[in-house]
């Protein structure tokens, strides 16, 4: 072999080198989570329409999630709608109480695998519970349970439901969209999983609450992330039918508010070494 051959070779080691620490940079960098509460109605769309892309650029955002339950007038989400916000940037929709009141979502999470409703709904209710998404080689589990306390419908026990979650996933990242009323339901669940998931993330009051934080394992809790959606409203509705109706104790047809809008949601950064979440970020800003 000449001197020739040998520079050759120590060339293309370098090279090959040089590509596999740099796809192992890649891999060993810090992943951000973005997690949208509630988008309500036309509001809340024409908000992630906006304002996601550059929400993405500005956080370094590598997977978004979010609550799409309200997406369609308050209630549900159409394919019309699931398609734009899925142009918009949302990877994932998690659901809630309101995942069936459209007849169309029920062909809709069935064929779309990044829709995930209830886990706790019915074994024989149609879509996922819980799914693992890829992301730069990374396993992340998105799981979606619903509250019992106050809530519409009767659904198994959450508690039990994610310890069979629990006790079969293998994923890197877990996370729990808790679509619950009760504060205390929220919390007694994140404590209860405390070292076992990720985090837990809770909404359907549609009110942002200040109580982020990680738990002594290490997994992220808030109690809710608060509505994505109108901004002059009774959680996400006109005020005056439902004042009406409190008055007079008369049922009322929930019309969503036009006008200014909120932007609630959590950005995370996730350390892909502990596997655990590193920082996070609250976002609520107001938009005229
Ligand atoms: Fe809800």
Known sequence: MNLKNIKTINCNLFSYLFKNIGDLFILMKDLKILFIGDIFAQVGRNLVVKNLTSLIDIHNVDFVVANGENVTHGRSLSLWHYQTLQNAGINVFTMGNHTFFLKEAISLVQEKKNIIRPANYSKLAPGRGSFVFNLKNYQIRITNLLGQTFMPQHVENPFLLLDEIVQKDESDFHFVDFHAEVTAEKIALAWAFDGKITGLLGTHTHVPTSDARLLPKGTFFVSDLGMTGPYDSIIGAKPEPIIHARRTNLP?????????????????????????????????????
């Not at 200014?260 to 800003?285: E, P, S």
Request: aromatic content about 14%; proline content about 3%.
């Open 252 to 288: 009322f047809r929930l019309i969503p508010a036009t006008g200014r809008g909120q932007f609630c949601a959590m950005v995370l950064t996730l350390d892909v070494k502990t596997k655990k979440v590193k920082t996070y970020q609250q976002i609520y800003q107001i938009f005229a």
